[in-house]
């Protein structure tokens, strides 16, 4: 079946501007994640929702950051001002927790590039 | 917190070895662990994953055991082959959120 889908796979903003980028997890998955992870480095964890209602959003750097997941499928995580830290993949990944495993799915990133 | 950590950043391994990638964890209440592989321009893919209840358990060709006296996980890939060239990672989760460590990234010489 299909995987986790995120799209664009890359997007180039200026300083500044916002941006918007989506993920389309697995059908069915309940829970859904979002990870930020800069070159070299392992993903870290920005928020999780569980169905529509978002349980963590401890690791969201800054209040510029924002993840939506209105009706539990789709989810958008908005970046408003974006800085040259903000570089960097950002990552969605899904599960269906209560079977015999609690593994996450990832998609193929977002790659974020901030000039 | 909690901090994650491999203890090698690269290993290189002669194809047909076996390859042994090691991690340390710090928080005591991690309660499952995954060891994903994630290859140059792709997300993580699960390898194979354990529950604190467990100290070892095997897939094909991989094996995880986990030693929580010592908060030490390794992972164990049998007659490595070129395929599995990329960089791995462990993952723990000591409540809702996954940590990841910094990622071994192995390379397997024909």
């Known amino acids: 079946g299909a995987g986790v889908s995120q799209s664009p796979r890359y997007k180039v903003a200026k300083r500044g501007q916002d941006v918007a980028l989506r993920c389309d997890p697995i059908s069915g998955h309940v829970s859904l994640f979002w990870y930020q992870q800069a070159l070299g480095q392992g993903p870290e964890f920005l928020t999780y929702?569980?169905?529509?209602?978002?349980?963590?959003k401890s690791g969201l750097p800054s209040d510029r950051f924002f993840a939506e997941r209105p009706e539990g499928s789709v989810s958008t995580l908005k970046i408003q001002r974006t800085q040259q830290e903000d570089s960097a993949v950002y990552l969605c990944a899904s599960s269906k927790p209560g079977g015999d495993t609690d593994t996450q799915y990832f998609g193929p990133g977002t790659r974020l590039t901030v000039l | 917190g909690e901090s994650v950590g491999l203890h090698l950043p690269t290993l290189s391994v002669q194809e047909g070895d076996n390859s042994i990638i090691n991690c340390a964890y710090s928080n005591s209440a991690s309660d499952y662990f995954i060891w994903y592989k994630q290859e140059s321009g792709k997300g993580p893919q699960f390898i194979i994953d354990?529950?604190?209840?467990?100290d070892k358990r095997q897939g094909q060709r991989v094996t995880v055991l986990l030693n929580k006296t010592v908060k030490h996980l390794s992972l164990q890939i049998a007659a490595t082959q070129p395929g599995d060239s990329a960089v791995y990672f462990c993952s723990n989760r000591p409540g809702n959120q996954f940590y990841f460590g910094t990622g071994t990234s192995l390379t397997v010489i024909p």
């Open positions: 929702f569980q169905n529509e209602a978002q349980l963590d």
């Open positions: 354990i529950r604190s209840n467990m």
